[in-house]
């Protein structure tokens, strides 16, 4: 896989319309206020007008700068030499527990310069929401942890609705596509032991297409995900962010994505979102956590695990 590879015409189907609404506008202006940092916009996301002006929102902990290199992400890449914003977590969530947001995903850099990779930021930040804004539901896209258990149970026990972890493509492509440190298999593990941690924490996880895998691949890296527990697996395709990324080798089909999703779906996840610009934060799909969650905190008799490994009555209010 080449980088100086021709590019490929984009086909009809790869559009996407420009950003507008209020709660888009409203969130964009607490952002530059603030100088928080989004993974829609840092990774160019496709879906940042849908999902920001429907009330979800990826904000980026830690900083912009990632001490990974994987060669599809737009991220800037860099030492940080352990600095840490030690009012993040306060900054982030005053501006959401602020905001129009009923669904947001709390994600970072890879920040391997730090003894536990910034969970601590992570856990802090997710327990102040959930201080601030009980019906808030609050998804955490976490980094690998170098394998770190201690760092995972940091952020499990700080009571996400959702922990997510992105294996990132197909098995066999990983070593050219992520950075070396990074590993399918390393990646698996973390996302097996959420639930050895906490068996009702549903877990998430996403698959580009488009880099030169197989169909058979993905399924079959799917059904890797879900021998690990995993509830919620999301497909969509590669778009390269400039020259210097990883080409694109092949534009899926929608009824490619439409055949995926089938496949996805008979390996029994609870949500399988899959299409063109699906990424692993979507609207789509976090809508359905929304109302699972919601519908699940309901039903007579459901409790869920406390921060001290206790079983209470969930004390969320309605969205």
Request: hydrophobic share 35%; net charge neutral.
């Amino acid at each position: 896989m080449r980088r100086d590879e021709p590019l490929l015409p984009k086909p009809e189907w790869v559009r996407v319309p420009m950003p507008s609404g209020p709660v888009y506008a409203d969130l964009r202006s607490r952002l530059k206020v603030s100088s928080l940092h989004t993974v829609c916009q840092e990774a160019l996301c496709p879906n940042m007008g849908e999902c920001w002006a429907q009330g979800t929102a990826t904000i980026m902990l830690l900083g912009e700068v990632c001490t990974r290199g994987c060669r599809f992400c737009n991220v800037k890449t860099g030492n940080p030499r352990g600095v840490v914003d030690l009012e993040e977590s306060a900054r982030v969530a005053g501006e959401i527990i602020e905001s129009r947001l009923k669904y947001v995903v709390l994600t970072c850099v890879d920040r391997d310069d730090l003894p536990d990779g910034g969970a601590f930021v992570f856990a802090d930040t997710v327990r102040r929401l959930k201080a601030g804004r009980p019906e808030l539901r609050v998804e955490t896209l976490i980094s690998d942890y170098r394998g770190s258990l201690e760092s995972l149970r940091t952020v499990v026990e700080s009571g996400p609705d959702v922990v997510a972890h992105n294996v990132e493509c197909a098995r066999r492509l990983t070593p050219e596509v992520r950075d070396p440190r990074a590993s399918f298999d390393q990646s698996l593990a973390l996302l097996r032991r959420v639930k050895e941690l906490d068996s009702t924490r549903l877990s998430k996880s996403s698959i580009m297409v488009g880099l030169g895998e197989t169909f058979e691949e993905v399924l079959e890296s799917a059904r890797e995900l879900r021998a690990a527990g995993v509830d919620i697996v999301t497909f969509g395709q590669y778009l390269r962010p400039s020259a210097k990324h990883l080409p694109v080798r092949r534009y899926w089909h929608p009824d490619e994505f439409k055949a995926l999703e089938a496949g996805a779906r008979a390996l029994g996840f609870l949500y399988v979102a899959s299409g063109v610009f699906v990424r692993s934060s979507y609207r789509a799909a976090e809508l359905f956590l929304h109302q699972h969650l919601e519908s699940r905190d309901a039903a007579p008799g459901t409790a869920t695990k406390t921060e001290g490994g206790k079983k209470d009555k969930d004390k969320h209010g309605p969205a």
